[in-house]
């Protein structure tokens, strides 16, 4: 069955959807990020790549209000997240280095969870475990027993059921084999199409080349490239 | 309060699977009720001291359900997943502290079922009410407080230890409390019944206060970097 991935109704009236300016977070004393210019458009695809530690995770959870502003300005979805972050957190879904799961739960019970937090519906969780291409012994099965790309792709199901209007995701092809990745390509492609604002991480250049209309490079905490110039970003 | 029970009934879910109270809590809960009584080997001192024993040993034991609540949350970012999204962080709250309760109160059972089975305390028809207010009161507070200081120290390294060591002189005045109004229920020569109406009626304060404490800070008490 294929799902289409749709989004909420409650659009920004602002144009871009991500803006950062000098953006700034200080993590126990270091500047995780240490002046981020990024503006990102309604329905764009980023790929942001990066070294470890140039502040790529950072910047997702920035965005997500996870992370507090230390300087600068930062807006997601019209939010201030210098004043309210929490705010933000309504618009946004992040999947991080980490999955989020229950390990004592299944699969489905995972992505119901979602799906019952948010007001969805029980085809909802049907339609995004068979989007994940997730059968029914192992929506069946507990978290803690699946394998590390069953794992992610349930993580990927509950992203999908909560129909956010900005995916932040932190190596979301971590763990899973090519028929996978590509799925997940389709997946995060549809998202796009359906108006939402995709930024992923990664470290694989494969995964930034053709189907990935703008590439942004993390160095230092700062951004050093960005392959798209009609965005007006700067270092 | 939809997604508050959702939340709750993930915790007890979670909670039926691994089986913690059952195994471990209750276990350790009723295995310090007797070592008290070896202990102070003495029946009349035992037989008084017993309703201060049952909280004493709540208090511990909660301690024990309260990380795990917060380390299901923890191991794999989970709460990140329920503190990005539409759901307040109140909810989430009073979620784990509605599971946390019901928890508690099946604990604060067994072990007064163990007073009085391990330490002949009695209890009478016409001090049963008491008994299950006091024992619902103090559960809440337990649960409401505990909760709320799981959050503090869900983030932080050696939580396990920080939490007993913030937590427990919180509770204090809970653990006065509840062991009067339960010694008052049990029918103690030192205190009467309207005294441990009044004890219960602190316990519910003391619930209250912990409960909107708790259902306001909770949001920021989560967040890693606050």
Known sequence: MVQTVTTNDTATTNDAVILLADAVVVLGGFPALAGVNLQVQPGELVALRGANGTGKSTLLRLCAGLAA?????????????????????????????????????????????TAQLIGAQRHDVDDALARLKIDSRVAATRATSLSAGQRRRTALASLVVRRARVWLLDEPHAGLDTAARVELDDILHEATQAGATVIYTTHEIDRTDGRVPRTVTLAGGVVATDDSSTHGVSR | MRQALVVARKDLLIEWRARLLLVRVAPFALLVLVLFAVALDSEPLILRAAAGLVWLAMLFSSLMLVQRSFDVETDDGAVDVLLTGTVEPAQVYLGKMLAAFAQLLAL???????????????????????????????????????????????????RDSLLALLALPVTAPLLIAASRATEAAFGSQTIDTASGWAWTALLVVFAVTFTAAGAAAFGTLMESDA
Do not use: I, K
């Open chain 2, 108 to 158: 604060a059972t067994t072990l007064v079922l163990g007073a009085v089975v391990l330490y002949g305390a009695t209890v009478g028809a016409d001090h049963l009410v008491l008994l299950v207010t006091a024992t619902l009161s103090a559960a809440w507070g337990l649960s409401s407080v505990g909760t709320l200081y799981g959050a503090v120290v869900a983030n932080m390294s050696g």
């Open chain 1, 69 to 113: 502003l230390s300087r600068g300005s930062a807006h997601v979805m019209n939010v201030d997240l210098a004043t309210n972050r929490a705010a933000v957190r309504p618009y946004v879904g992040l999947l991080g280095h980490r999955n989020g799961l229950y390990a004592d739960l299944t699969a489905r019970e995972n992505v119901q969870l």
